[in-house]
C-alpha cells in the first residue's frame, strides 16, 4: 500500500480528443469559409425569405404535412388493428397494404394519382353522381392522397410496435370488466401505447414536413416550388433554394421542441414510477 502511494500520478494526456476536436473545427471552418466566399449573393436569399410567393407556400407546405399526416394516423391505426384480427382476409389485406406502399417510391405514387385520369377517366357511382377524374384529382389533392397514403404505412409499423408493447394482461382486463374490443382499445390500451408510438410518430411529422417538397414535381405551391418559380425567372438558383432551406430547418426546428413536450408529457407517469 506504501508503495502505491509513493507512485507519482500523471495526467491522461487526451491527445485524441485535441485532434478529434481540431479535426472538426477545421472542417466547420472550411465549410463556412466556401459559403461566404462562394458565388452566393447573400441580399438575394434575404430579400426573398419573406416574399408573398415563399410565405404562401410555406403555408401550403404546413397545411398540407398536416392533413397528409392526420391521414396516415387514420388509416395507420386501422391496418395496426387489422394486424391483430383473427380473421386472415382481414390480416392479409393489412400486410399486403404495408407491403405494397413501402415498396413504391413516395414521388412515383404522387405522380401514378396525379395522372388518375389516363386509368379512370370518371369517378363516383355511374347513374348517381360521377366526377370528371382530371378536375378532382388536382395537385394537392394528389399529394394529399399521395403522401398520406404512403405515410400511413409506416406509420401502421409505429402503431403496431406500439401495441405490442402494452403488457398482454391490459387486454385481459378490461375484457374481464366487460370492455369489447374497441372500447378496451379506445380506454386502456391506447393511453398506455401512446409513450412508445409518440416519439418515432413525432420523428415522422418532420419527416413529412421534408417529403411535401416531392409535391413540387405535380406542380403543387408548396414552398420549394414557389424558390422553384422565382429562380426560373431571376437565374438565383442557390439564392432561393437556400431560401426554401431555411424555412424548412426553421418549421423543422419548432416541432421539434413541440415534440420533445409533448413526449415529456405523456412520459411524467412513467418517470414518477421510476423515482418511487
Given at each position: 500500500?506504501?508503495?502505491l502511494l509513493?507512485?507519482?500520478?500523471?495526467?491522461?494526456?487526451h491527445v485524441g480528443r485535441y485532434i478529434?476536436?481540431?479535426?472538426?473545427?477545421?472542417v466547420?471552418?472550411?465549410?463556412v469559409?466556401?459559403f461566404?466566399?462562394?458565388?452566393i449573393d447573400?441580399?438575394?436569399?434575404?430579400?426573398?425569405?419573406?416574399?408573398?410567393t415563399i410565405?404562401?407556400?410555406?403555408?401550403n407546405?404546413?397545411?398540407?404535412a398536416?392533413l397528409?399526416m392526420?391521414?396516415a394516423?387514420?388509416i395507420?391505426?386501422t391496418?395496426?388493428?387489422m394486424?391483430?384480427?383473427?380473421?386472415?382476409?382481414?390480416?392479409?389485406?393489412?400486410?399486403?397494404?404495408?407491403w405494397?406502399f413501402?415498396?413504391?417510391p413516395?414521388?412515383?405514387q404522387?405522380l401514378?394519382l396525379?395522372?388518375?385520369?389516363?386509368?379512370f377517366?370518371?369517378?363516383?357511382?355511374p347513374?348517381?353522381f360521377?366526377w370528371?377524374?382530371v378536375?378532382?384529382?388536382?395537385?394537392f389533392?394528389?399529394?394529399?392522397l399521395?403522401l398520406?397514403?404512403a405515410q400511413?404505412a409506416?406509420t401502421?409499423?409505429?402503431?403496431?410496435?406500439?401495441l405490442?408493447?402494452?403488457d398482454?394482461g391490459?387486454?385481459?382486463?378490461?375484457?374481464?370488466?366487460?370492455?369489447?374490443g374497441l372500447?378496451?382499445?379506445?380506454?386502456?390500451?391506447?393511453?398506455?401505447?401512446?409513450?412508445?408510438i409518440?416519439?418515432?410518430?413525432g420523428n415522422e411529422?418532420?419527416?413529412?414536413i421534408?417529403w411535401?417538397?416531392?409535391?413540387s414535381?405535380?406542380q403543387f405551391?408548396e414552398?420549394m416550388?414557389?424558390s422553384?418559380?422565382?429562380?426560373?425567372?431571376n437565374?438565383?438558383?442557390i439564392e432561393l433554394l437556400f431560401?426554401?432551406?431555411?424555412?424548412y430547418?426553421?418549421?423543422?426546428?419548432?416541432?421539434s421542441?413541440?415534440q420533445?413536450r409533448?413526449?415529456?408529457?405523456f412520459?411524467?407517469?412513467?418517470?414518477?414510477v421510476?423515482h418511487e
Amino acid at each position: 500500500m506504501e508503495d502505491l502511494l509513493q507512485l507519482k500520478r500523471v495526467r491522461r494526456s487526451h491527445v485524441g480528443r485535441y485532434i478529434g476536436a481540431a479535426i472538426v473545427i477545421a472542417v466547420i471552418s472550411w465549410i463556412v469559409v466556401a459559403f461566404a466566399n462562394g458565388q452566393i449573393d447573400w441580399s438575394v436569399t434575404g430579400k426573398y425569405l419573406t416574399a408573398r410567393t415563399i410565405l404562401l407556400g410555406l403555408g401550403n407546405t404546413v397545411l398540407l404535412a398536416v392533413l397528409a399526416m392526420l391521414l396516415a394516423i387514420a388509416i395507420g391505426v386501422t391496418v395496426a388493428v387489422m394486424r391483430f384480427s383473427s380473421n386472415p382476409i382481414v390480416n392479409w389485406a393489412a400486410v399486403a397494404y404495408v407491403w405494397f406502399f413501402r415498396g413504391i417510391p413516395s414521388l412515383l405514387q404522387l405522380l401514378i394519382l396525379f395522372n388518375l385520369a389516363l386509368i379512370f377517366p370518371t369517378i363516383g357511382i355511374p347513374g348517381l353522381f360521377e366526377w370528371r377524374t382530371v378536375d378532382v384529382m388536382t395537385p394537392f389533392v394528389a399529394a394529399l392522397l399521395g403522401l398520406g397514403i404512403a405515410q400511413a404505412a409506416y406509420t401502421s409499423e409505429v402503431v403496431r410496435a406500439g401495441l405490442l408493447s402494452v403488457d398482454s394482461g391490459q387486454y385481459e382486463a378490461a375484457s374481464a370488466i366487460g370492455m369489447h374490443g374497441l372500447q378496451a382499445l379506445r380506454r386502456i390500451v391506447l393511453p398506455q401505447a401512446m409513450r412508445v408510438i409518440l416519439p418515432p410518430l413525432g420523428n415522422e411529422f418532420i419527416g413529412m414536413i421534408k417529403w411535401t417538397s416531392l409535391a413540387s414535381v405535380i406542380q403543387f405551391s408548396e414552398v420549394m416550388y414557389a424558390s422553384e418559380s422565382i429562380y426560373y425567372v431571376n437565374s438565383r438558383v442557390i439564392e432561393l433554394l437556400f431560401v426554401a432551406a431555411f424555412w424548412y430547418v426553421v418549421v423543422i426546428s419548432i416541432l421539434s421542441i413541440l415534440q420533445s413536450r409533448v413526449e415529456r408529457h405523456f412520459s411524467r407517469g412513467v418517470k414518477h414510477v421510476v423515482h418511487e
